[in-house]
């Protein structure tokens, strides 16, 4: 692992070419950058060298390389973001749905999450076990194609976190949050973990939303996180201008974004259940009405603040859930995942300079938003591939430990 040459010194890179020997030749780049922190943290140093040897094993796999598969399509699909995103969107459609089994749980305030398990009867108690949090407006069954066979792979039991009005639950309460709650989250993993107490090994990731959710979880709880190794997939980093930029960049996009939203949580029993805070809250019918005429993702996500327990604003809401207020304080091995293609968090929005310990950020060339489509059929996800087998990694070492 060498030095960058124009980064500072603390960051080090990787480069890792696809080179194809015979037919069209399509090169992709991996860049791995490392993170570090306050060099007297021996707790922090150890993280980085773990963080090290994981990412070098997977580098031996050739696990880092995007694309892996050399294909006739292969220049014409991967150089294009919305090829990709189409590609995944058939993958959905072609993978049967999951078998899972929800556990609800009711919250302090009134409100409903769930954990929905997937379904592997041949696991021990003390399997280890994968946290997933979904995209945006996604659940078990609209994020199947990327968990589909994973627990069979791996032998971890995995466990989807629904967010708030997520999974076919509408609000109950006039709360939610479009990137998540810390304490809901913290609530759902007290329950994965009471759920299985034998298991020595909770992993996570993140995609999407999900990983700004996850993030921001690490960065809140430090040492106390019940999470041992996280993955964040395509996260935006900065939440507070990540969509002013994609509103620039992709207007289309970001109008198909919000209208999502827009559905997800204002109309059906959700929007009822808003509409009816609002009708005896003066500050709740403002937030409301502003949330059903913001023009972009980025007005919606001010608009909402109100409803994710914000009442001070927008300003309070970046404070509180924008994931890098708290992500000095992530005390955990972090994976982070992202494509200079995205066209949803833009590669403008990654940082290259990472200031903890423990950390690091994989860019490829290619890979669109989420989508990272591979194998030869383009049946795989090598988000999830890289994803899940980095915390299979983790918990090899977590399991040596003394």
């Known amino acids: 692992l060498s030095k960058s040459p124009w980064s500072s010194d603390h960051i080090r890179r990787l480069d890792v070419l696809t080179r194809w020997s015979t037919g069209m030749s399509c090169r992709g780049s991996s860049r791995v950058f490392f993170g570090s922190g306050d060099p007297g943290d021996s707790k922090g140093t150890q993280r980085s060298k773990l963080i090290s040897r994981v990412l070098s094993q997977l580098t031996d796999q050739g696990l880092l390389q995007y694309p892996r598969q050399r294909h006739w399509?292969?220049?014409?699909?991967?150089?294009?973001?919305?090829?990709?995103?189409?590609?995944?969107?058939?993958?959905?459609?072609?993978?049967?749905?999951?078998?899972i089994i929800r556990d609800c749980i009711d919250t302090t305030d009134g409100?409903?999450?769930?954990?929905?398990?997937?379904?592997?009867?041949?696991l021990e108690s003390d399997a280890p076990i994968i946290a997933v949090l979904p995209t945006l407006c996604g659940c078990a069954q609209t994020n199947r194609s990327w968990l589909h066979g994973f627990s069979e792979a791996t032998g971890f039991r995995i466990a989807v976190l629904n967010r708030r009005g997520h999974g076919g639950l509408a609000l109950r309460t006039p709360r939610f949050?479009?990137?998540?709650?810390?304490?809901?989250?913290?609530?759902?993993?007290?329950?994965?973990?009471?759920?299985?107490?034998?298991?020595?090994?909770?992993?996570?990731?993140g995609i999407s939303a999900g990983s700004a959710q996850i993030a921001t979880y690490l960065g809140t709880t430090g040492d106390k996180s019940l999470v041992d190794a996280a993955v964040c997939a395509c996260p935006a980093y900065d939440v507070s201008t990540a969509f002013g930029y994609f509103a620039q960049e992709?207007?289309?996009?970001?109008?198909?974004?919000?209208?999502s939203v827009q559905t997800h949580w204002l109309r059906g029993r959700s929007g009822e259940t808003l509409a009816s805070?609002?009708?005896?809250?003066?500050?709740?019918?403002?937030?409301?009405?502003?949330?059903?005429s913001a023009p972009t993702m980025e007005k919606f996500v001010e608009a909402h603040a109100y409803f994710a327990g914000c009442r001070e604003g927008s300003q309070q809401y970046y404070e509180v859930h924008?994931?890098?207020?708290?992500?000095?304080?992530?005390?955990?091995p972090l994976l982070l995942l992202n494509s200079d293609d995205d066209p949803v968090c833009l590669h403008t929005t990654i940082p290259t300079e990472i200031p903890v310990h423990g950390c690091a950020i994989v860019r490829t060339d290619y890979g669109s938003h989420t989508a990272f489509v591979d194998g030869v059929y383009f049946e795989r996800s090598w988000m999830m591939d890289v994803g899940m087998k980095f915390l299979v990694e983790c918990h090899k070492e977590h399991v040596a430990a003394p």
């Open 177 to 205: 949050n479009v990137f998540g709650d810390p304490e809901d989250t913290q609530v759902q993993l007290e329950h994965v973990k009471r759920a299985y107490p034998d298991s020595r090994f909770l992993g996570a990731i």
């Open 111 to 122: 409100g409903v999450i769930a954990v929905d398990w997937i379904t592997n009867p041949v």
């Open 250 to 259: 992709s207007p289309r996009l970001d109008s198909f974004l919000l209208s």
């Open 73 to 99: 399509l292969t220049d014409w699909i991967y150089g294009s973001p919305l090829l990709q995103l189409v590609l995944s969107r058939v993958q959905l459609a072609l993978c049967p749905k999951l078998d």
């Open 322 to 332: 924008n994931p890098m207020s708290h992500f000095r304080s992530v005390a955990r």
């Open 277 to 292: 805070a609002a009708a005896q809250d003066m500050k709740a019918l403002d937030a409301l009405r502003r949330a059903e």
